[in-house]
């Protein structure tokens, strides 16, 4: 799910439908409204979402499958039991993880909200995105100054490995363009997309690359709002994995004639893409958002939300199977 790594827009494009590779429209969903001030990742374990809001009193907030309100907890601060700046989070056995950027760690409380430890990383600035595959720790970083995009940690927080090249640049606001980097987990294997580059780099467990999945190129610009500079032609905005199921969100941002779609890419193989008429629109978004849009899903829908006011876009799956000809 979940972003802030660079500022841009949410921008709107339109792909010309081809014989295998084009776009459906979805107008049949849902729309769902929250209590929550900037929702930035969601995790879903026993039947409950469990919604991490970045500016909210409460940073982590459960629902049911209806999305009706069970409970809330977690305060930001710096008492031991706080966070500053919560990033990420994911479940992992039964407890939950929260990634604190402003104090380089990974704090772990029960499903119920106890504190049960603080996980302090070594030798890495501001970590941005993690996930955890046998009790190792996969993180990237926004500040990059190494030669590797993700960082290996073992569960008490030692740094065990790195792996993934970055592309080098002299101009430091294109390398982190270029090379800002989230990751997720699928199959116990890590999945890392990009900010700028039209593909996805899929490696196993040890760092060793198992498959880099090339994306269509989208026909669109990205321009960076304060130094009016091209960004590049393609923005992957978040992805969710869940039982061979991979949904990956993508638009970019240009300033003049939005059309305020976004593009939902099934079967990174395929590469279908289903179209959201006025996604910008539905989810209350104006020009002054640059926050990150977020997907997730359980069994039967697909979530799209917006980093503000709460409203979450609900799709069935049986539409996108339809649509796929399952």
Known sequence: MKKNICSIMIISLFIISCATKGYQNITDYDIIELEIVNLSEVQYCNDY???????????????????????????????????????????????????????????????????????YLEDIIQPNSFTIIDDNIYLTNMVVNNEYLISVYNIHGNKIRSFGDIIDSEDLFKKVAQNASLIEKGNDMVYSYFLKQAYICIYNKDGSLFKKVELLKLPFKTVDKYKDEELGTFIVQDMSILNNETFVLIGGGLFENEVNSLYLLNDINNEKYFQIENLKGLLGLDNSDFSFCNIFQDDDFIFVTGPKWGKIIKISKKIISKELGR
């Open 49 to 119: 979402f469990f919604i991490l809001d970045k500016e909210g009193r409460n940073i982590i907030n459960i629902y049911d499958s209806d999305f009706e309100t069970i409970d809330s907890f977690i305060e930001r601060g710096r008492g031991p039991s706080e966070l500053i700046e919560p990033t990420d989070f994911m479940i992992y056995y039964e407890k939950i993880y929260i990634l604190d950027k402003q104090s380089n760690c990974i704090k772990v409380y029960s499903l119920l909200g106890k504190h049960l430890e603080t996980i």
